[in-house]
C-alpha cells in the first residue's frame, strides 16, 4: 500500500483511500511513510485523527518523526 500511495503522490493524483486493519495492525506507519514521502518532494499534507481520545498518542508519533514541523488543532 505505501507503494501505491507513493505512486499517486508522484504523479499527484487524487484517490479516495479505505484503509482498514485492527488496532496495531500499522496503520499510522502507513500514513507516517506517505506524509514523509510528501515532504521529501517538498508538499505538505494534513493528518485528521478519528478520534479526539486518539490525537495525544498521533501527535507523539508524529512529533517522533518530524520534530517541530508538526502542529495541531481541535
Given amino acids: 500500500i505505501i507503494e501505491y500511495?507513493?505512486?499517486l503522490i508522484d504523479?499527484?493524483?487524487h484517490e479516495k483511500i479505505l484503509l482498514r486493519g485492527v488496532t496495531g495492525s500499522g496503520k499510522t506507519e502507513v500514513f507516517l511513510q506517505a506524509i514523509e514521502h510528501c515532504?521529501?518532494?517538498n508538499k505538505q499534507a494534513i493528518m485528521l485523527v478519528?478520534?479526539?481520545s486518539l490525537t495525544p498518542q498521533v501527535l507523539?508519533?508524529?512529533r517522533a518523526r518530524f520534530g517541530?514541523?508538526?502542529a495541531a488543532a481541535s
Fill in 5 to 7: 500511495l507513493n505512486n
Fill in 11 to 13: 504523479k499527484g493524483m
Fill in 39 to 41: 515532504i521529501s518532494l
Fill in 50 to 52: 478519528p478520534e479526539i
Fill in 60 to 62: 507523539s508519533n508524529f
Fill in 68 to 70: 517541530g514541523d508538526v
